[in-house]
């Protein structure tokens, strides 16, 4: 699944060939502050999965809404789309984008970035989270085991994406300071 080196002296001749980016990985990886950083560089729109899933009140659009949503983001020419969500969509995703992140850091890095966020406002999702939800805190203790595998069975199916697969923030950060 490797197909990008840690080598980014040339990472700004490829960054100005993505027109249609997923930045993908597990909740509390710091998708979506990539994802704004990234924006600043290339200037190209975001779209947050989570917005469009979730309503201000915690409660979710239907499953034919959301997939509309994401089959109207789709149809753009150009976009960052954060987020997962790999029961709607997630292979015509694959199959439009011409580039992914995945940020695929260890559970505790995960852990300690959901628990970094609490009580603050933030542009991916429609209200602040006030305290820990167990439930979601096991999701990403599952997350290496039950999506992961999924994921990475997935990208292969894609060879004709520009993968970048981080192993740690810094690999991330270094990628950006180098664009």
Known sequence: MERESMDFSLS???VNKMKRIMVIGSPGAGKSTFTRKLQQKINLPIVYLDRLFWKADKTTVSPEEFTQKIEKALSKPKWIMDGNYSNYLFDKRLNRCD?????DYDVQTCLDGVRSRRGMQRPDMPWIEEKEDPEFMD??????VKQKPKIIMALSQHPHIKL???KERHEANQFLESI
């Open 12 to 14: 700004f001749l490829s």
């Open 164 to 166: 970048y697969h981080f």
């Open 99 to 103: 580039t992914v992140f995945f940020l």
């Open 139 to 144: 999701y990403i203790r599952a997350f290496p």
